[in-house]
């Protein structure tokens, strides 16, 4: 299970503008700092609270940087569930070990800041009481995720 702050999206956020590239830097501090840039403030009083993201269609669309997914994964980001995702975001997320799943409903499933439960195959919302069903994952992918990325996942099996 995996529980965390609501941060809701709409429709074909692209990867630039959840980390701008003038956030890219070697220094940790400077690489969170750029989580996501220009479209929202992060109360400084929940830094520290996990993160599930909510967005509708597309999400993470646009440039294949990984270090797009490391900056959401730092700042807190444990899971993003999307009515669809670019396709190498969602690559990146998995492999990294942070949950990306779908859901034809999901968007108006939260405000800003609700407590969000990914449990199973369902996201919940704990102020309201209301939950979706989530779409089911390959048995590939919750076997790396169960891992916690696709490293840890390649090690367990052997096969480096």
């Known amino acids: 299970m995996i529980s965390g702050r609501a ?13 701008p590239s003038y956030f890219f830097s070697l220094d940790t501090t400077t690489v969170r700092k750029g989580f996501m840039g220009e479209l929202a403030s992060v109360d400084d009083r929940e830094e520290d609270l996990p993160r599930v993201i909510v967005a509708g269609k597309n999400f993470g669309c646009g440039s294949s940087r990984e270090t797009t997914m490391t900056a959401l994964k730092m700042a807190g980001v444990r899971a993003v569930v999307a ?14 070990g942070v949950v990306a799943r779908t859901a034809p409903s999901v968007t108006g499933i939260a ?21 979706i069903a989530l779409h089911a994952l390959d048995p590939y992918w919750s076997a790396v995720l169960e891992a916690g990325g696709l490293i840890p996942y390649l090690t367990e099996t052997g096969a480096i």
């Open 7 to 19: 941060v809701v999206f709409g429709d074909d956020i692209n990867t630039d503008m959840l980390h």
């Open 83 to 96: 009515e669809s995702f670019g396709r190498i975001f969602f690559r990146n997320a998995m492999c990294l």
């Open 111 to 131: 405000d800003p800041g609700d407590v969000l439960k990914v449990e199973g195959d369902r996201l919940i919302n704990e102020r309201t009481g209301r939950s």
